[in-house]
């Protein structure tokens, strides 16, 4: 079993920068693909990016070019860097793990994720 904390969300400005983190204890972090989900009032959770436990990434369209998920396997951490956010960036932020591997558009799936963590609030002013 593994346990999630998000860090690192806040108010941020339209067109500004933020990093938000996901620091894993428990199992071995290299076990797991990892993944990026977020939701907005009223809105559904929807799958912003994932990572797989080899590196490879996924995103969502509309954060292609804008975000970059990476992984540091050392400090058993995967980061969300969000670059230009938009207004309707603003969500809780919550990171995931699975212990299968994903593949093809599994990775956009909540139910292909096995653990979660408690999300982290992001705010993009206008």
């Known amino acids: 079993q593994v346990r999630l904390v998000e860090s690192g969300g806040g108010l941020v400005q339209d067109g500004g920068s933020l990093r938000v983190s996901c620091a894993a204890s428990g199992r071995t972090f290299l076990r797991y693909d990892m993944g990026w989900f977020r939701q907005a009032p009223g809105k559904e959770r929807e799958a912003v990016a994932a990572i797989s436990r080899s590196g490879g990434t996924y995103y969502t369209d509309s954060v292609k070019g804008r975000f970059t998920i990476s992984r540091d396997y050392a400090k058993n951490t995967m980061y969300l860097q969000m670059n230009r956010v938009k207004p309707e960036d603003t969500a809780n932020y919550y990171c995931?793990?699975?212990?299968?591997?994903?593949?093809?558009?599994?990775?956009?799936?909540?139910?292909?994720?096995?653990?979660w963590g408690q999300g982290t609030q992001v705010t993009v002013s206008s």
């Open positions: 995931a793990a699975a212990e299968r591997l994903l593949t093809g558009s599994s990775y956009e799936r909540e139910d292909a994720y096995d653990y």
